[in-house]
């Protein structure tokens, strides 16, 4: 099986990364069934990479239905230790245009509906997620937009809803009074499972609209968004090009390590079935004992 050291993760609009030498593509089934698509592993700026679209390709799944499980877990399998991810959001500040980038530094979860964790079944952990994104991969994918010629805003909060509708004007308003800077529906819980997984993660937001709060622009549509992100996808497929060659080979933040203080469960008590199941993820502790 192919080796990839990052993983980017497309979102509406970016299905392809153009530029990738020795392509391969790889169907992996995990034990939280198969990701949203075949997974492209090749070399991109001379550093192995593998790209995975969120909704599959011709954008077939819904945010709800998207199995962050086993995308996140397939990406481990491959070996990855970082991960860019690509998303689409409303505005929800006036500073933040459409046609903006804005890589946030803090989330807050209105999902309800979605499967948020490996753990379980017999197997508990707390994960640190204080800081949801990774500073240091953030900070290298910011200096990457800004070099780029990217109109880009490092830190803002990323609120997450459900969908697939988009947001009520009350809702809109009452996220705009909490200060956060923007809204989207695809941020969890991919954050959370990459960070129970100890890969770096780190989002690239695109700003398509200004949701629905903004007196004299239109309220959010599935065109506007899509619109949007074809505008940008030159420009982000840039980003993506000089991210990966300037991620740096060794990890010194937190995210390596996050499972070290997280696991409750005496190995004694675990199941046999889940632990095998979460070997990748949980052996290297487990194997100390």
């Known amino acids: 099986m192919p080796q ?56 077939r799944i819904l945010p709800t239905e998207v199995p962050s499980r086993a995308n996140i877990y397939a990406l481990k399998t491959l070996g990855v230790e970082r991960i860019i991810a690509i998303n689409s959001v409303g505005s929800l500040q006036a500073k933040f245009r459409p046609g903006d980038l804005l890589i946030p530094d803090q989330l807050i979860d209105r999902t309800r509906l979605r ?19 990774c500073p240091v991969l953030s900070q290298v994918v910011y200096q990457a937009a800004k070099d780029a010629g990217a109109t880009v805003y490092r830190g803002g909060t990323y609120v997450v809803m459900e969908g697939p509708a988009f947001s009520t004007k009350a809702e809109s308003f009452l996220y705009r009074s909490w200060g956060a800077s923007a809204i989207g529906m695809t941020a969890l819980p991919e954050a959370k499972l990459a960070r129970e997984a100890e890969i770096c993660y780190a989002i690239i937001a695109c700003i398509a609209d200004y949701d629905c709060w903004h007196e004299t622009e239109a309220s959010v549509t599935a065109e506007m968004v899509i619109n949007r992100l074809r505008q940008n996808i030159d420009t982000v497929k840039r980003i993506i090009r000089l991210a990966v060659g300037r991620v740096p080979e060794k990890r ?38």
């Open 252 to 289: 010194d933040c937190d995210c390596a390590t996050a499972l070290k203080t997280a696991i409750i469960t005496s190995p004694g008590v675990m199941p046999e079935a889940q632990k095998k199941k979460l070997d990748l993820l949980i052996g290297r502790y487990l194997r100390k004992d």
């Open 4 to 59: 990839a050291r990052i993983g980017v993760i497309g979102g509406s609009g970016l299905y392809d990364i153009e530029g990738m030498g020795d392509v391969e593509e790889v169907d992996i089934k995990t034990p939280f069934g198969r990701s949203s698509d075949t997974i492209v592993v090749g070399k991109l700026e001379g550093v192995s990479v593998a790209f995975l679209p969120r909704h599959g390709r011709g954008h």
């Open 115 to 133: 499967t948020n964790t490996f753990f379980g079944e017999g197997i508990v952990a707390h994960i640190p997620f204080a800081e949801p994104f």
